[in-house]
T-cell receptor, first 110, second 114 residues
């Protein structure tokens, strides 16, 4: 079993739709959680960190469920520019490694 | 600030050739990493460094060597390239704060081994 698992998609949604991605992780010692965004043929970039209490950044909301060991990302009012691959990333506290999921591809159409 | 830069951006090698990929960062980060990304595999850690003069193996280190002689530079070497090393290589750097270990990535090097 992979340490971080994501549905690869693609998720094809119209502009204005709400879309949610889930990610599960297997190592209960994981203490830091992130969503990265990767555009086609580009490097990954941090979208947002995920905190235990959940957090929101504009149209994006991230949630963490430690008991079930899953992380979610909700995108409201999807824009064409949201089309990308979203990587779920977990790491252990105060260590030097992050574990990346294989990513979920989102395609927003007009 | 340039952030994390990588050279070269593209390279084609023949089997058995050697090459070095250069990563540089200007953020004074202690930690640096080399990943490879292949379709359906996600990012996999090759080697990493927790400071100048130190390196450690990651998940897929075979066939690669690294050096961190200066804090701002992290070199990845392929001693004898194989077709299985065709991939996109990303360098990243980070600092360790109490609650986060966000990594900042370079633009990548696309390597093809024929």
């Amino acid at each position: 079993r992979k340490e971080v698992e994501q549905d690869p998609g693609p998720f094809n949604v119209p502009e204005g739709a709400t879309v949610a991605f889930n990610c599960t992780y297997s190592n209960s010692a994981s203490q830091s959680f992130f969503w990265y965004r990767q555009d086609c043929r580009k490097e990954p970039k941090l979208l947002m960190s995920v905190y235990s209490s959940g957090n929101e950044d504009g149209r994006f909301t991230a949630q963490l469920n430690r008991a079930s060991q899953y992380i979610s990302l909700l995108i409201r009012d999807s824009k064409l520019s949201d089309s990308a691959t979203y990587l779920c990333v977990v790491g252990r506290y105060n260590t030097d490694k992050l574990i990346f999921g294989t990513g979920t591809r989102l395609q927003v159409f007009p | 600030n340039a952030g994390v830069t990588q050279t070269p951006k593209f390279r084609v090698l023949k089997t058995g050739q050697s090459m070095t990929l250069l990563c540089a960062q200007d953020m004074n980060h202690e930690y640096m990493y080399w990943y490879r990304q292949d379709p359906g595999m996600g990012l996999r850690l090759i080697h990493y460094s927790v400071g100048e003069g130190t390196t450690a193996k990651g998940e897929v280190p075979d066939g690669y060597n690294v050096s961190r002689l200066k804090k701002q530079n992290f070199l990845l070497g392929l001693e004898s390239a194989a077709p299985s090393q065709t991939s996109v290589y990303f360098c990243a750097s980070s600092y360790l704060a109490e609650q986060t270990n966000e990594q900042f990535f370079g633009p990548g090097t696309r390597l093809t081994v024929l």
